[in-house]
T-cell receptor
Framework: SQTIHQWPATLVQPVGSPLSLECTVE??????LYWYRQAAGRGLQLLFY??????ISSEVPQNLSASRPQDRQFILSSKKLLLSDSGFYLC????????????FGPGTRLTVL | RKEVEQDPGPFNVPEGATVAFNCTYS??????FFWYRQDCRKEPKLLMS???SGNEDGRFTAQLNRASQYISLLIRDSKLSDSATYLC????????????FGKGTKLSVIP
């Protein structure tokens, strides 16, 4: 069966510090991978998605970036965090080339102070 | 116009009640439709897909009206454990790998 891991679970960072969130998927090959952010009281906002190694599509211009160094690894980064980066960051995967349901990881709750 | 709009809620209902959530979407090319459930401070999880003919899963019934671009979710005999936020989710259209999520409707089932 497939599983998706995210870490860390919670993170408190000062403004201007760097960020690296990691997501890995097990039990499937060549998944589509997604990063979302859910700010307090708001819906899920798609940040990045990837259909293959090294292929990243950005949905929202911002100070965040994503990378996919391995087939089942997706990393979200920032060089300098802003207060507005606080939120619940969720990684998700779907079957390759699928328009189907997405499976979410447990999320990382980021607070920028 | 927002891409996916839902009833703002919150819905506070007694146990055993029937409750209905509505959702409209703006992209007529959308092909896949879902209801997700999100518990407080947890990740969203798929509740059910929504098919053109309508579908039922136990106490839950989902309906799709393509002409009106409207989706609904009906929960019968509400349980305390149904308390959560329900997200309406629509794919972006033909060939798209992206899903668009509504902001969700919060349901509280009261003893």
């Amino acid at each position: 069966s497939q599983t998706i891991h995210q870490w860390p679970a919670t993170l408190v960072q000062p403004v201007g510090s760097p960020l690296s969130l990691e997501c890995t998927v097990e039990g499937t090959s060549n998944p589509n991978l997604y990063w979302y952010r859910q700010a307090a009281g708001r819906g899920l906002q798609l940040l990045f998605y990837s259909v293959g190694i090294g292929q990243i599509s950005s949905e929202v211009p911002q100070n965040l970036s994503a990378s996919r160094p391995q087939d089942r690894q997706f990393i979200l980064s920032s060089k300098k965090l802003l207060l507005s980066d606080s939120g619940f960051y969720l990684c998700a995967w779907t079957l390759p080339l699928a328009l189907d349901e997405q499976f979410f990881g447990p999320g990382t709750r980021l607070t920028v102070l | 116009r927002k891409e996916v709009e839902q009833d703002p809620g919150p819905f506070n209902v007694p146990e055993g009640a029937t409750v209905a959530f509505n959702c409209t979407y703006s992209n007529s090319a959308s092909q896949s439709f879902f209801w997700y459930r999100q518990d407080c401070r947890k990740e969203p999880k798929l509740l059910m897909s929504v098919y053109s003919s309508g579908n039922e899963d136990g106490r839950f019934t989902a309906q799709l009206n393509r002409a009106s671009q409207y989706i609904s979710l009906l929960i019968r005999d509400s349980k305390l454990s149904d308390s959560a936020t329900y997200l309406c989710v629509v794919n972006m259209g033909a060939g798209s790998y992206q899903l668009t999520f509504g902001k969700g409707t919060k349901l509280s089932v009261i003893p």
